[in-house]
């Protein structure tokens, strides 16, 4: 076993690699610059932090947030690894006792703010830290450097000032965001030398993507979360007011549920991240102020009702599920009425560029599309994704296009050109809901007060329901072949091509449309691969058992629950019920120190539900 390899294993309890953590790693021990793009979840802190415990002297890490930098510290100290932190939340006293540390050569990593590595006034930290042997500067969440970025940060722009700085010292640039262009951005900006580039998959197979078109949203809403009774999740709203809207309706319905946006004050905002981090809520409903430093790595499903601006966002956004690598769920419920909301929003502020045009254009390609949606965002962000194993429709099993959970129109063209004929016959002047109803042969009050009962496209589609057709016009827009215009009073329009089909039958070949399959009462509900693996052979009743003695824990010492132990590492507990210490080493994710540490209190745990569990077989059993 290598050195590393026996560090990974004693402190952090891993015995394997993660796709390319090796190589990364690799870079780190020899002093060769890098830059590393894995997805969320990838297992980026453990590329440097592995190494910074097996080489000689101090590693630095740049961090954005100060929540994210005493997470990881808490995790580092709890499996035995001496990390500090300097940023500007220390009071004096703790800035003198880190200080006094840092020349007693104490600390394996120290994590500092940008602004005390490189800011104003940051002269005289250098020199404390030029007494001490640096092996290595990392730069986590490098995508914060770059403008073109969704985190941009302008201290992270100082950080070009580094290399004139620790002249001599390697810099490793870590990042999730699978764009090339902000990648480059940051090899530029960190005035990286000849960098080594490890650039993983960013597909995340354990998370389970949805896209439903909005209708009833609180039924929607409920299906999600009854889904997901006693786990965790973020609902993302586009206003504010609907943020305080739905928050209020989940307390009511007795969830506990917090909202949070820009408009709460600081105290309020910062309380309520810190219950959804520290497990006193499982829901936070929020706009996207609530982002970054969620580190609460079992968030099991992220709900975005409106569509955000772009696909990069959405990755970032719903990415947030699922950071432990068990399966999750990311539903994105949207209409074209968003998509007009950006248009207005970016022209208003000026930004309705070609670049965000097309963003926002990609962002309803995948809201409006009909295919399985890893592919779809695997394809966006320039990977392949591997065409189906295993000979049936699809390969995926984690999204409601590969779950079936769609079904396919049989004559599309047919279908498009019934609702492109009746959005003509109106002339270009009404809405969607009206258009529906007419083709419905709802005599609705408005339909009749037009005399649009009398139209020949009345009642062509009698047996599809609002929601349905209101569907199939989503996708007529996101297909380029209806357009909404107006603001208040959104009316379709036919475009060009829309015309053109409308005249010729055999324009568009290859469309595909579908509709929600109504959900199968007698059917178990769909899993993906991801789920059902990730359950197998786990004991839900010991699983829960072992999240309330890993909070009771996580309270009296003050950290967040996921600094104990992750979820994975709980199942995996759960999975193989070890009743010893060394029997608990083996599991994934305990190290020495921890399973020395924190080990009776679960094992007790283990053993009393165990001996329970006897009990009720001999009660009740054969
Ligand atoms: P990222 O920073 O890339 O989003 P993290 O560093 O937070 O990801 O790692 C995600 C999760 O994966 C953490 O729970 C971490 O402990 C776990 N992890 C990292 N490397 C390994 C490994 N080699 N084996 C098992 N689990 C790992």
């Not at 994105?332 to 254009?361: H, P, T, V, Y």
Request: proline content about 4%; overall charge neutral.
């Amino acid at each position: 076993m290598t050195a590393l390899q026996e560090a990974v294993a004693r402190y952090w309890g891993y015995t394997t690699f993660r796709p390319l953590q090796r190589e990364a790693m690799d870079a780190v021990l020899v002093g060769r610059d890098s830059l590393v793009g894995l997805p969320t979840g990838g297992g980026k802190s453990l590329c440097f932090q592995a190494p910074a415990v097996v080489r000689p002297g101090l590693a630095l890490v740049v961090s954005p947030l100060i929540s994210l930098m005493k997470d990881q510290v808490d995790t580092l100290v709890g499996n035995g690894v001496p990390a500090g932190l300097y940023n500007s939340s220390l009071a004096a006293d703790e800035k003198a006792a880190v200080s006094a540390g840092l020349r007693q050569g104490r600390y394996r990593l120290l994590y500092v703010s940008p602004e005390r590595l490189v800011g104003e006034g940051s002269d005289g930290f250098l020199e404390l830290l030029s007494s001490c042997q640096i092996s290595f500067v990392a730069v986590d969440e490098a995508h914060c450097i770059s403008q073109w970025g969704h985190d941009f940060r302008p201290e992270y722009r100082q950080l070009g000032r580094l290399r004139q700085r620790l002249p001599g010292v390697s810099l490793h640039a870590f990042t999730a965001t699978a764009t090339s262009r902000i990648r480059r951005d940051i090899a530029v900006e960190l005035a990286l030398n000849d960098p080594l580039e490890f650039v993983g998959s960013f597909d995340r197979p354990n998370l389970l993507y949805r896209v439903l078109p909005r209708s009833t949203l609180k039924r929607q809403l409920l299906d999600v979360l009854d889904r997901h009774r006693r786990e965790s999740g973020i609902i993302y709203c586009t206003s504010r007011r609907e943020v305080d809207a739905l928050a209020e309706w989940l307390t009511g319905l007795g969830m506990a549920a917090l909202p949070y946006h820009a408009g709460l004050s600081d105290a309020e905002r910062s309380r309520n991240q810190d219950a959804f981090l520290s497990e006193r809520v499982d829901v936070i409903v929020a706009t996207v102020a609530f982002g970054m430093g969620i580190d609460r790595s079992n968030v099991r499903f992220v709900v975005h009702v409106g569509a955000p601006r772009s696909l990069e966002h959405y990755q970032q956004e719903s990415g947030r599920a699922g950071r432990d690598g068990l399966e999750a769920e990311c539903v994105l419920i949207s209409s074209a009425a968003d998509f007009m909301k950006w248009r207005l929003m970016l022209e208003r502020g000026g930004e309705l560029s070609d670049a965000s045009q097309g963003l926002l254009r990609q962002m309803e390609r995948y809201a409006t599309g009909v295919g399985c949606r890893h592919r779809h965002l695997a394809e966006y962000f320039g990977d392949e994704y591997p065409t189906e194993k295993t000979g049936k429709r699809a390969g995926c099993t984690a999204c409601d296009f590969c779950l079936d959970e769609l079904e396919q129109v049989v004559a599309p063209v047919v279908l498009a050109r019934k609702i492109l004929s009746c959005v003509a016959r109106v002339e270009n002047r009404f809405g969607a809901t009206h258009v529906a109803s007419i083709l419905r042969g709802h005599a609705s009050r408005q339909v009749v007060s037009r005399g649009h009962e009398k139209l020949s496209t009345f009642g062509l589609l009698p047996h599809a329901s609002l929601t349905e057709v209101r569907g199939y016009i989503e996708q007529l827009i996101g297909l380029g072949l209806l357009q909404q215009a107006g603001d208040e009073y959104p009316v379709l329009a036919l475009t060009a091509t829309g015309l053109e089909l409308l005249k010729d039958e055999t324009r568009c070949p290859d469309m595909t449309l579908a509709r929600q399959r109504p959900p199968r009462k007698t059917a178990k509900r769909a899993q993906s691969r991801a789920e059902a693996e990730s359950w197998q052979d786990v004991d839900r009743t010991l699983f829960d058992r072992l999240r309330t003695v890993r909070l009771e824990i996580a309270q009296s010492r003050g950290v967040a629950p996921y600094v104990v132990f992750h979820d994975t590492t709980l199942r995996e507990m759960a999975r193989l019920r070890p009743t010893s210490l060394e029997a608990l080493l083996a599991v994934k994710g305990v190290g020495a120190r921890k399973a020395d540490d924190l080990g009776e209190a679960f094992l007790a745990a283990i053993r009393s539900h165990s001996s329970r569990r006897h009990c009720q077989v001999g009660e009740y059993g054969a």
